[in-house]
């Protein structure tokens, strides 16, 4: 019996046997590679930040104006790096011998001891062991505790290796492509690479905003400059590399247009200006001061863009309101020079140092529609003050109008696409069950979408439906027998060996001398219906 691929939504179960022994139902739960959606992701995640945890703190012990006023919490933090850790390591430890590696192996729990992941989770811990027990010179503990860095090899070796069967025989530049673009063959490793540079654009925009910080700049200055210079480094590594393996890409494929048309794309141009600033203050700051662009290196935040399909919903949804957004965009503006304006008119001459000119007028009327009301601008006179009230209430609801449009349109759009992931489902039911890429594809698009387990199975149950109503061509309206020919064709067959059997059933001369006699059919009608029937013997005349 062969095995139904399953759908799932983001929120799908988990199936693990049930009456598992304790140990092996543990190792089910928290490390078992083959089980789907367990708990090793979550803990792979959570010691991977960690081990990030670690390499922070090690890099602030080495500034004494941030180590020494903190140091109790340096110390708690390392205590609770090393239990979690301890416990990581006792659990693979206890759950070897059920471990697909070492299972039915003798001496499991030796091999596993001895193996390379667990080594390195060993050197991770043992440096605050040693403290303990043996006086260590505490810069050689720091030192020492460098090799839980080593930790992050668990996730990338196995990665690496998954990399490298994929793309057997490929050439360097499919490799790279695989890497830094979504493909079938980029596996785990194009994820860790996502997840590399969300960390670094993370990091960098956080490094922006602290530098702000005049007291925080004065300790980490040199930290800054370094973080900053290897941010860039990163950045512009991704950059020149989607430049050369974009020709891979299709539509993409043109050796010098190709690359050409990617650097116009929104996204290229992101990341090109993320990296500008750093170039145009090292080699123009002798001509300029250019201090001003470090602010810029903020667009890197819109790096991020490219790894979530919200920003490219929000873009489809501006773009089919835009007509709508642009009307209303448009009223307010009217509102706003007019009642500026107005105000101007009103109030010049009791506050002239406030009302000075209309521009000035329309910072008011714009503070006043927007419901803000800062205060720094207030009407004096009767009139001005009647109509501010008439202004804030009119305000109320002309602002309201592009908030309320964006959200009922994004709602929308959010339903358009399930309703084209239902076509896709119609599309893959045509020709049988699904298979498991087909499985996979609608998995990947029902958690983009967000939905559950529950919503997933609801959709395919109604895909499934739907298409057995589709096969029995009859039951459907005829608006969608018409929509596809061949249903057209089947239908229309049905109908011809329909009149075949009335024809058999009922006496055919009564038939057209009703049909004649009482105008009940045309002329063409009653020729169509004899054409049909001039090869069948006419049953009343035997």
């Known amino acids: 019996m062969t095995e139904e691929p399953k759908l799932r939504g983001h929120d799908y179960k988990v199936e693990i046997p049930a009456g598992l022994p304790f140990k092996e139902w543990l190792y089910a739960w928290l490390l078992d590679p083959e089980i789907e959606g367990n708990h090793l992701k979550d803990v792979d995640k959570w010691i991977g930040l ?24 340096f ?56 403290q303990s027990f043996i006086a260590v010179d505490l810069r050689i503990l720091r030192a020492l505790r460098l090799l839980r860095i080593l930790k992050l090899f668990r996730v990338i070796i196995p990665a690496i290796q998954d990399f490298r069967e994929a793309n057997k025989e490929r050439t360097f530049r499919q490799k790279m492509h695989a890497i830094i ?26 490094a922006v905003i602290f530098e702000s910080v005049q007291s925080i700049h004065y300790i980490l200055n040199i930290e800054f400059v370094v973080l900053d210079a290897v941010a860039v480094g990163v ?108 105000g101007y008119l009103f109030e010049h001459e009791a506050q002239p140092d406030k009302f ?7 910072y008011w009327a714009v503070i006043t529609l927007a419901s803000v009301g800062y205060g720094d601008l207030t009407p004096v006179t009767p009139m001005g003050r009647a109509m501010t009230i008439i202004l804030a209430l009119m305000g109320i609801g002309i602002f309201a109008i592009p908030a309320a449009l964006l959200s009922t349109a994004f709602s929308d759009q959010l339903r358009i696409d399930r309703e084209k992931l239902l076509n896709r489902l119609y599309e893959m039911l045509s020709v049988g069950k699904l298979t498991f890429e087909d499985a996979e594809i609608i998995n990947k698009e029902a958690k983009r979408l967000h939905m559950s387990e529950e919503e997933v199975q609801r959709l395919y149950e109604k895909a499934k439906k739907d298409r057995e109503l589709m096969d029995d061509v009859s039951s459907l309206p005829l608006h969608k027998i018409a929509a596809v020919p061949e249903h057209a064709v089947e239908h229309y067959k049905s109908l011809i060996s329909e009149i075949k059997e009335l024809s058999i059933m009922t006496n055919r001369a009564e038939f057209e001398e009703i049909a004649t006699s009482k105008d009940r059919i045309t002329a063409t009608d009653l020729a169509l219906w004899k054409v049909i029937l001039s090869n069948i013997p006419n049953p009343s005349e035997k």
């Open 50 to 73: 960690l081990i990030v945890g670690n390499m922070f703190a090690l890099l602030f012990e080495h500034v004494p104006a941030v180590f020494e006023p903190n140091k109790g919490w």
């Open 356 to 362: 000075e000119n209309i521009p000035q007028s329309i």
């Open 181 to 206: 673009y979504p493909s079938d063959y980029g596996g785990k490793l194009h994820e860790l690479f996502d997840s590399f540079i969300v960390l670094w654009v993370i990091l960098s925009v956080i």
């Open 235 to 342: 950045f512009t590594m991704e950059y020149f590399l989607r430049l050369y393996t974009c020709v891979e890409e299709p539509g993409f494929e043109h050796a010098v247009w190709g690359r050409i048309k990617l650097a116009k794309t929104t996204s290229s141009v992101i990341d090109f200006l993320a990296i500008l600033p750093f170039f145009l203050e090292v080699f123009l700051h002798h001509l300029f001061d250019l201090r001003f662009l470090r602010v810029f290196r903020l667009m890197r935040l819109l790096k991020l863009t490219r790894y979530t399909e919200a920003t490219a919903t929000l873009g489809k949804v501006i773009a089919r309101e835009w007509p709508v957004m642009a009307a209303s965009g448009f009223v307010m503006l009217l509102l706003v020079v007019l009642t500026a304006s107005l």
């Open 75 to 130: 110390h708690l933090f390392d205590i609770i790096s090393v239990t979690v850790f301890t416990i990581e390591y006792l659990t693979r430890l206890y759950l070897a011998p059920v471990d697909r590696e070492f299972k039915g192996k003798r001496m499991s729990t030796l091999r596993y001891i001895f193996s390379p992941f667990a080594v390195i989770d060993f050197l991770a811990i043992i440096p605050f062991y040693l």
